[in-house]
């Protein structure tokens, strides 16, 4: 059976078989989850269902195996340091790798929270927690996002109070942010910027206004989580505290 098409604009959603459903939530294996769907021992959203072939998007159904759920959605939130040439979108019509292809063994469908440009590496955030997304990547939260940034050129005091006021862009003035001088070399400033929104390509953009260019991007915190630890290319649990902390 093909899996439906997705409508325009709609992102895709985590649409499984309904045996699939079933034998992944670890209820039995496929074969017993074909047997129990034939018997009409499972209900989507209330009315039994007896094809074990019907596509089932597992945000919106609710699946019953003898009147009783067969999976609570749990939240899940999951920090990925990202390398750069990986898209944050699930999947590309080009068939470039996206971040999904770091996070294989996870079966439950999680988002990106904001995005990080295919070029950027660094810190993001994936859940199915919709809320605590909103919370990251409204401004008016003020949860702040801290970039390394290599510029191709040296940046004067002048740029960096530039960029600290706000400069203005296509979309509008930038909001403040807090910009430290990190190194520079004799043609090059490495800058630390936090900015509290999270427009396309924005910081590209906000060094751009100021007359140089991005030459590495690289997301080192979010709010107060900082890489840490974690490898790049790899990913761990945010734990609760953490969840806590960003969600303010
Ligand atoms: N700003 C950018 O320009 N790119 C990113 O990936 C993130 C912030």
Not at 21 to 37: C, P, Q
Not at 121 to 133: C, E, K, R
Not at 138 to 158: C, Q
Not at 210 to 229: F, Y
């Amino acid at each position: 059976m093909k899996q439906p098409l997705k409508k325009e604009g709609v992102p895709d959603r985590p649409i499984k078989t309904l045996e699939r459903v079933i034998s992944k939530a670890g209820l039995g294996s496929r074969t017993e989850a074909r047997s129990w769907i034939g018997a009409g021992r499972v209900a989507v959203n209330g009315k039994v269902i007896q094809t074990p072939d019907k596509w089932v998007d597992l945000e919106r159904d609710k699946v019953t195996l003898d009147g009783k759920p067969v999976r609570a959605l749990s939240k899940l939130y999951v920090l990925l340091y990202k390398p750069t040439g990986y898209l944050t979108t699930y999947k590309d019509p080009e068939g470039r790798a996206t971040v999904y292809d770091l996070l294989t063994e996870i079966d439950q469908f999680i988002s990106p929270v904001g995005r990080l440009d295919q070029d950027t590496s660094g810190l993001l955030i994936l859940t199915n927690d919709t809320q605590f997304a909103e919370r990251i990547t409204n401004p008016d939260y003020k949860v702040s996002k801290t970039y390394l940034v290599k510029a191709t050129t040296v940046i004067t005091e002048e740029q960096i109070q530039l960029l600290r006021d706000g400069v203005i862009l296509n979309d509008g003035p930038t909001k403040p942010a807090t910009v430290n001088r990190v190194a520079d070399s004799e043609s090059r400033s490495s800058l630390e910027i936090t900015i509290t929104e999270g427009r396309n390509r924005q910081v590209r953009r906000m060094i751009e206004a100021i007359d140089s260019k991005v030459k590495k991007l690289a997301r080192i915190a979010i709010g107060p989580i900082r890489i840490g630890k974690l490898e790049i290319g790899t990913h761990r649990n945010l734990t609760p505290r953490e969840v806590d902390l960003l969600r303010g």
